[in-house]
């Protein structure tokens, strides 16, 4: 049942054939993946520049970044469930063909609304990652899909990682449009791979796309990602704000309660609120929240001015190549999470992310003025990302059936977009709270800040180790 991988034709059947095959294909979907992953921060080395380039002011070009978070978070549930219904395959080459149409929009806009809807677009690759690790489970030998999975889910943090000094060096030296038109022919490269690798078959899951459950869990996730990721610039008790915020809370218990009646949900909540699910949903948006929150800390100490007492003096380029061993790391702690989770299963690799990700904080808050300092803490935190991404799949996997992987791991991908999305809130908060207006108007966040953004990494770290801790290890009926 479901897709099948092109294994090869009769006359060239071979074991070696065999599993050349299947490495390709698990290259093909990671690469998506990271392509998908990289695609968000791709415009961050343009943030400074785009009211300029957009011809908008600063406020309005935010939603550049805002479109394709809400975008990706929002649909990713919906794409996995899709993909249960009609075929990874086919949702995967729809996904793909969408963000290379949103990469090339982008590649052509010189005015705001142009690119925001291009971004838009490509939010919607952080479905390939659902999909991606839901086809594997299908087209991989059993043997083989763990580590598989484990590469294809880190490949969402790497893509991140990697994303920012190859954007920097590609802003410093050519038209920025091109960042743009590289990845939609990047993505245009893997849509015909994934067509000329893997092959269909009908849908896995019986029934009914859940229409009703799908509008109402957008609009209440859009409400509360922009609570989450605007409210501290439109201020915490605003009356917009705060009416998004209930308008939220209200979609959410309609959604809710509308999946308890409808007999083909878009997310079981039966499963969902599953003790092994749960915690392990709720171990993501903490995982998500400490990757990101090192993400927004560290390379902006490292550029901050030397006048500051407390900054590097780094340039762009050069801040986003200190940080991509990290991505390097985080690569290779994907394969080892797959052999730990083989021989003791995903919960000891996900335990062992969740106490490098405290220690790579901890190393970072010992020598905040140390490069060297900065960047170990970064690679031995993005290390435990890499353990715990490549476990979280697993644990999700473990508890449902074959025919809910796609919905369930598209929720688990939305909770991590949801501790992503936090972390920015709340390291905003703290930079703004704790901050100095410099020459020229700019805001600096003094070293106090950083050291509690650190702090918050360690006390994440600590609280995701122990809902780890009470994940029980539960195989899914098959």
């Known amino acids: 049942m479901g897709e099948r991988a092109v294994r090869i034709t009769d006359q060239q059947v071979t074991d070696h054939d065999g599993t050349d095959g299947e490495r390709a294909v698990v290259v093909v979907v990671a690469v998506a ?45 919906v794409i996995g469930r899709l993909g249960d219904l009609h075929g990874k395959r086919l949702v995967l080459l729809v ?24 971004r838009a677009l490509q939010g919607l690759g952080m479905g390939v990652v659902p999909l991606g690790i839901s086809l594997l489970r299908e087209v991989i030998s059993p043997r083989r899909v763990g580590s598989a999975i484990a590469v294809t889910s880190s490949a969402l943090g790497v893509g991140a990682a990697f994303g920012l000094p190859f954007a920097a060096a590609i802003a410093e030296v050519a038209d920025w449009h091109l960042l743009f038109a590289g990845v939609g022919v990047l993505t245009a490269v893997i849509a015909v791979l994934v067509a000329r690798l893997v092959t269909a ?37 605003a009356p917009g704000t705060v009416g998004l915020l209930v308008g939220a809370a209200l979609a959410l218990a309609a959604w809710a309660g509308w999946e308890r009646r409808v007999a083909t949900p ?83 690799a996900l335990l062992l992310g969740t106490v490098l990700m405290g220690l790579g904080y901890l190393v970072c808050l010992a020598a905040l003025d140390s490069v060297a300092a900065l960047v170990a803490g970064t690679v031995v935190t993005n290390a435990g990302v890499g353990f715990a991404y490549g476990s979280l799949p697993a644990l999700i996997m473990r508890a449902v059936a074959p025919s ?64 780890s801790a009470l994940i029980p290890t539960v195989q899914a009926e098959r």
Not at 313 to 325: I, N
Not at 444 to 449: F, N, S
Request: net charge neutral.
């Open 95 to 118: 996904v793909l063909g969408l963000v290379t149409l949103g990469s090339l929009l982008c590649a052509v806009s010189w005015s705001l609304a142009p690119m925001v809807a291009g």
């Open 404 to 467: 809910e992987t796609g919905a369930a791991n598209g929720f688990n991908t939305l909770m991590r977009s949801i501790g992503s999305a936090a972390a920015g809130a709340v390291v905003g908060a703290v930079f703004a709270a704790q901050g100095s207006t410099a020459a020229g108007g700019a805001h600096v966040p003094l070293r106090g800040a950083f050291v509690l953004v650190g702090v918050i990494g360690v006390v994440g770290s600590v609280a995701a180790l122990a809902v």
């Open 266 to 348: 878009l997310i079981d909540l039966a499963t969902a609120t599953r003790t092994p699910v749960l915690l392990t949903n709720t171990a993501s948006v903490v995982v998500g929240f400490a990757m990101y929150a090192q993400i927004l800390m560290v390379p902006q100490l490292l550029q901050l001015p030397e006048a500051t007492g407390h900054g590097l003096g780094f340039a762009m380029l050069a801040a986003g190549l200190l940080m991509a061993p990290a991505g390097a790391a985080m690569m290779a702690a994907s394969a080892a999470a797959a052999r730990i989770a083989a021989a003791r299963g995903p919960k000891a």
């Open 201 to 237: 078959a009908p849908g896995p899951a019986e029934g009914r796309f859940d229409l009703v459950g799908a509008v109402t869990l957008s609009a209440g996730l859009t409400a509360l990602l922009l609570v989450v990721s605007r409210g501290g610039e439109w201020g915490w008790t």
């Open 33 to 77: 993946a990271g392509i998908a992953a990289m695609s968000q921060t791709l415009v961050v080395p343009l943030l400074g520049d785009l009211p300029a380039l957009l011809g908008a002011g600063p406020a309005a070009t935010s939603w550049v970044v805002t479109a394709a978070l809400l975008s990706g978070a929002v649909t990713s549930p």
